[in-house]
């Protein structure tokens, strides 16, 4: 197990404290090693508080759909600026999702539209935990997917930066017996002060951090990334290719997760989210509060994929939320919770230019409790494939307890 | 599974005797215990200083209130007198006066005044409370109009019935402007119910996730119809509770399998008094109260009993508490709970009764948002997690330690005297990190830790006896190893 072999490591690390604790990690965890880790690195945006994926990917073929939004509806694809931008005939663009467009186009992005988990619930925390468990219906999931994921791929990879939260609170997807690296700026990850630039310092800290405890793995692992971190110098960091990102800390984090990324210290996964999605009233339509979340969105992740673009065959993005919104938008100018929602795929070995899932459609008889968007794609379907194709991971049935896909939507080279 | 990952014990390091059962009570009940705080406990005995806790209004805090009158007036103000000033600086802001956006100020004065009480205020348990049920009715100040209303929701309803009565509390929370205006009840009705409070009022405030079907949440949104916020029309004050019996549906309706009967806003009254009634809440409440001052796993026989006394006691909270905190699953608890961001910061300001300050004020408001933990700052209404494994990573790790590095130059901060703080000790190594462990943990370490610290200290300035600016960088190394160990994170 990775997991014993970590923690006898830190023990072992920790028992030989004549030493200074963690010197001799750094030279045990040279940059070369961490490029033998094999497969694409995954990166996971969350949209907390359920994404209206009718107005990310709107169904403007439906003939239902204006009927449904009569404030909120995007306008057909045309030419005017608040036009919603065509993908396929059936579905188009929101249009401040236009950054992305030209992804889509060139076959770098996909969509999938009616995805969404199989327990009919209309609970955020209680679609959060499923989802991000990846056990629906379970609550009681200590273990995230992406930590499974991790701990079933047995890769040998030590780095402190396997698994990344950008964020004060690590995500519930990463949680499980790899520990994830939290992390809120690479530029203030090292300590402050006269004492903190003693080595002595951290040597002492290394050892009353010797422990088995959760504070103690914590503790470890924040000195053994101090030390590498300052070792690869990332504090250089130019984006290539003009990239420019959203000065938001969701465009700050993805920002960050690229500079890790190209320093080579060993990233396999991260995660980031970008909050603000739940939109009770006032949502707007081609403009308005949630045009400026997919603004915001859109702008980041053409940004990361500019920035990245040498690494275009290691990198694949995700973007997913909890549940999609009602079909039809409520007495307040906004969306209450749903249930089918629009997940999107981007980067290395994504077959791209198309909307993939089978579209329930929107009049009453097909859609679902309350009159939400029936879900048609299992998300665990698409996240399977994605793991096994680009992360080279054969135990998928590990990842996703109880979860047989119905077969591959092919969305994914091998 | 990595069942062992979550089962293991957060912070008690191997070898250590655990605190004593006067330290446990006071650090579980405050937000850090100082020496004077151990001694009044062990003086008065653990059953009479919880007692005095609980009655709070016999606490003398005028102390602390004058500081937030000084400091953080606009926390006095009405929601309507809010809405006043608020418009009277944005005019003046316009018009090419100076200062702060007013909103941003009202927001501010009231993280400054829950700071500020949390460190100075004699009334730690009621303190305490007063930042659960801020959690557990969570609104966020970030989100609009809730900056300037949750300024009134923070007095009249967390802080009026921090330890009264859940009944009480549940519906004054009901009709608070801020959360009819946080979770859109405001906009909620009869020709177009919004949803969202009535489903957040039973999986998070009430009877929990599982309890209720989407078709009780659509009945329960309907018995809330009609229920906003006064100001509609320039004649209205701004900011009142307000209940618009044109916009309310009125109709009967069904909920959790029982009828209401048609009415008007007495039927979401009837919903609330439904709800507190469901045995779900009691379990949910208790069980929330036992995983904040026990373990971050309830152990569920003590979740019952504190349920059957909330139940008994038709849901005073005193009662419920006193049945949690003389409990045998507290006294067993030891390592169980981590500091969360904020107790960390207050703990540490509390460890050196630093003085009030304007500046060390917005200093510790900046570190504790900067660690994730910004008070009304959780952007959703489920309210800031309560579990070590939600907060113990490497991101908190480095900034807590930082955050103890910054006393490396103790000097700086007013109120802390390293020299008159070590004077009376004896002037070696070993005692000096003696006196920092005992002053600022109230505990023992195990015997290897204090070696370690020990050894850390002795290498720049030896064995002793010390010279008197040794003795000082002797003070200086001990007093941030101790903040920044294992063992200062432990609640």
Redesign the interface.
Known sequence: MPRTDRRSFLLSAAAGAALPLWFPRVAFSSPEAKEAAGGDVLVCVFQRGGSDGLNVVAPTGDPRYHDLRPTLSLDEPGSASSSALDLDGTFAFHPSLAPLKELFDDGALAAVHAVGQPEETRSHFDAMDFIEGGTPGSKASASGWLGRHLDTLRNGNDSPFRAIGMSSLIQQSLRGPVSALALQSIADFHLEGDLGSLPAFQSTLGQLYSGPELLDVQGQQTLLAIEQMAAANPSQYQPANGATYPETPFGFGLRQIAQLIRASLGVEVACVDIGGWDTHEGQGGALGVHASLLDEMARGLAAFHADLDGLAQKVTVVVLSEFGRRAAENASGGTDHGRGNVLMVQGAGVRGGQVYGRWPGLEDHELVGPGDLAVTTDYRTVLAELLEKRLGNAETGSVFPDFTSPGSLGIFES | ??????R???????GAPPPDDTVRLVSRTSFGPRSVDVEAARRLGREEWLEQQLDYPSLDDRDVEALVDELASTVRLTSPELADYSDQREAEIEAGGSGRNPRQEIASDLVAATILRAIHSPRQLYEVMVEFWTNHFSISQLDGLASVLKTADDRDVVRRHALGNFRDLLHASAKSPAMLFYL?NH?N?S??????YA?ELM??HTIG?DAFT?QD??EVARCFTGWSISGRRPSEPFGLFSFRAATHDGGPRTVLGAPIPSGGMEQGEAVLDRLFDHPGTAQLVCRKLVQRFVSDRPPQALVDRAAEVFRSTEGNIAAVLRTILLSAEFEASD?GK?KR?FEFVVSVARGFDLPPDTQLLSGLAQVIA????RPFGW??P?GY?DS????????????R??FG??F??AGRFQGIDLAAEISAVSPTASAIVDHFVERLLHRSVSTL?RE??I??VR?TVGDGPLSSSESLEAA??AL??VL???YF?SR
Do not use: C, K, Y
């Open positions: 599974m990595p069942e062992t990952l979550t293991r014990r957060l912070l008690i390091p191997t859109d906009l009705i020709s177009g119910p919004n949803e969202n489903r999986e998070l996730p989407q949440v659509e390592g981590l961001p900067q660690m994730g933990q952007p959703a489920n997690p070590g494994a939600a907060w113990a990573n490497t991101a908190g790790m480095l900034r330690w930082n590095l910054a490396e130059d830790d370690t610290m050894a850390f290498d200086r190394r941030v190893l920044d160990s294992p994170h």
